[in-house]
């Protein structure tokens, strides 16, 4: 039984055609299938967290347990292009590393970030789409 999470995952969290694409929290338990569907969709690998390159789009693998959320969101932005975004993958709810939305929205308003979306990127995982605020002028 394939665990495919379905045709048109990467278009649906807006990643395209020479996007460059950095993952963070990478191990065993992430989908597999999801990543060659989103190195399929950007022509190229996935850059890994060590990678100095900007990118458009930061693949946040977490799960509770993982350490301070707030702290990696902030440092998930650091590699972005000023108009990137971090697709945050979480555990679905019942699965082990579940992390509760409230602590999502929480952790992305320290980072300085809002949410925008969430879609099921596969049978396992969850994600949230995180952009920047905008300024208002503030420096």
Do not use: C
Not at 22 to 29: F, L, N, P, R, S
Not at 59 to 80: H, K, N, Q, T, Y
Not at 83 to 94: D, Q, S, Y
Not at 98 to 104: A, G, L, N, R, T
Request: net charge negative; proline share 4%; charged share 30%.
């Amino acid at each position: 039984m394939s665990t495919n999470p379905g045709p048109g995952v990467a278009e649906r969290m807006g990643i395209k055609a020479q996007n460059v694409v950095m993952e963070i929290g990478y191990d065993a338990d992430v989908d597999e299938e999801l990543r060659g569907q989103i190195e399929e969709a950007i022509g190229d690998a996935i850059l890994d967290e060590d990678s100095d390159e900007v990118v458009d789009v930061v693949l946040l693998w977490f799960r509770d347990g993982d350490g301070d959320l707030a702290d990696a969101l902030v440092d998930a932005i650091s590699p972005l292009a000023d108009a990137g975004v971090i697709w945050l993958l979480t555990p679905k709810r019942g699965r082990g590393g579940y992390v509760e939305p409230s602590d999502i929205t929480e952790a992305a308003a320290i980072a300085g970030l809002s949410q925008t979306s969430i879609v099921t990127a596969g049978r396992e995982w969850s994600a949230a789409r995180l952009v920047g605020r905008k300024h208002g002028g503030r420096r």
